[in-house]
């Protein structure tokens, strides 16, 4: 009898211990966006207590990142949000960094031959919007990203009441129901059809915006698509002095233990019936390991991903993380365009700061921008035409010198980032999940259904929460249906 008495009361106590001790040490895999947000989520969650490593084997900001171009920096990677980013304003504001506007400038269409859509405006939308050749198709696809957009804005209300979600597939359909998760399985072209776009305005309009925001066309899944397209509407911003100052600023703060290493394995101890992980990793050439109650890993995993991380001791193993990526070439070229190429034999009559392309055949490039340095002085004027400038060439391969030779008259450098840019939207079935063992998460899950650094940023707050609602075992908070009646209720 007694004894039973004291193994309950052993019970309890742990049972106590665990729902109101705080967790010693967390470690987050990769300091891009996701692992900064991540960081600094749950340090307000958990408090300043609690110690946050982070690793990176490469540079803090990951594909948030610029080159150096004349003593002005550049951004090579992630360039710029749209309006709805809430996340990421919301630290450029904590962090006291500025927005950075983009400078006005023609953006234009080129078919393989010629330019088959020229703005006369400055702001994409104003322009596509008139042009009568495409009909009332401007004005459907405006609605369908407004609406998608409208829904997907409901997951900050959830968020800023703490609830989280531990798979892809319960965020999306507690933001947009059945219809969110169908658009992951079908294309964009297929939504747009069934909302009355025309095939035309798909074949020239749209598969241009996909290919100059994910090097993908109009069969790319829809919901990635309708993220994306998002963009069109203007407004676009970038943050005063790069953006990867956001996941720097935000270490900074959580005074997070940054560690330069590589991990290269996440292993399972238990003890006393908690989980306990023990991340392996890899500097200067030997292998070192340490304990951690909670680890979140924030980079994509898919086999063959430069990433390499195994998982050790998990019963069931965990399944095979399947996927592919596309893989995408920033070329930035200091020189002079050869108007010529897009049909503007007098350079100076060529008005276009920024060029996207359709997927004719023989094109080798999906976007052509002329842009600014990070750091933009108020005196800041846009090159003319007929000057040098740095534009910034997005391709699927390495531009060969023949293809430089043709998009340029002459060029002083071409500085190059070779990215595993975003997934290929189709590549992958299933959605996955956030959650992959008890406190073991997966940042980047949410990746797989659309990709931008705001997407990083809605991921690295769910993934706080998670970990946060589960170690004090707040169920409530988690995967809750119908949450759009329930905060209602609870106001
Ligand atoms: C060319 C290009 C243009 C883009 N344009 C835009 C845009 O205009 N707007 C937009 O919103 N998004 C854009 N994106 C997408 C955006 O950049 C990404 O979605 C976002 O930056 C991803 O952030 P992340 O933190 O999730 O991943 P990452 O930035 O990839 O961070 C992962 C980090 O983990 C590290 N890591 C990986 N494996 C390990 C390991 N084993 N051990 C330790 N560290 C590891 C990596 O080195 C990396 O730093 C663009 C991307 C590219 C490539
Ligand atoms: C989503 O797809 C399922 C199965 O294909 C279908 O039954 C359902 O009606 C679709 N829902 C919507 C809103 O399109
Ligand atoms: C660029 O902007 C950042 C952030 O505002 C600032 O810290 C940096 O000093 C600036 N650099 C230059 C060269 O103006
Ligand atoms: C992945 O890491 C293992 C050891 O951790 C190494 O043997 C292997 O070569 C790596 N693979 C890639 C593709 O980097
Ligand atoms: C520029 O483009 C034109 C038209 O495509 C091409 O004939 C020419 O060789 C290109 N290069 C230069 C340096 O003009």
Redesign the pocket.
Known sequence: MAGAAVLLITLVASAAASRDTPPRKIAV?????????AAHFLQQLFGPRVQIDV??????????ATITVNKQQY????????SF?LH?QDFVKLLGLKQRREVAGKSAIFGGEQLILEETDWYLLNLFRVWWHYGISFLRLQMWVEEVMEKFMRIYKYQAHGYAFSGVEELLYSVGEYTFINMTQRSVAECLLEVGVTQRFIDEVITALLRA?YGQSATMAAFAGAM?LA?IQGN?W?VEGG?KLV?SGLLKLTKANVIH????SVALHNTEGRALYQVW?EKEDKMHSDFYDIVV????LYVG?????TFDGFQPPFEEFVGSFQS???SLVHGYLNSSYFGFPDPKLFPFASILSTDAPNLFFCALDNICPVNISATFRRKQPQEAAIWRV?SPQPLERPQLKSLFRSYYSVQT?Q????PQYGSRMATPLFALHDQLFY??AL?WVA??????AV??KNVALLAYNRWYQDLDKIDQKDLIHKIKTEL
Not at 77 to 82: E, K, P, V, Y
Not at 451 to 456: A, C, T
């Open positions: 895999v990769g300091a891009g966006i996701g692992g900064s947000a690793y990176e084997k490469g540079t803090v900001g990951g594909r948030l951004e090579s990677g992630g360039a710029s949000f749209n980013s990421m925001s994306s963009g676009l970038a953006n996941c290493a590589r991990v290269t990793y890993i924030a980079t994509p991903s430069n990433s390499n991380i995408t070439v920033t997005l980032a990215w595993q840019a975003y940042l980047n990746e990709s931008s650094v705001e997407i990083s991921a690295a």
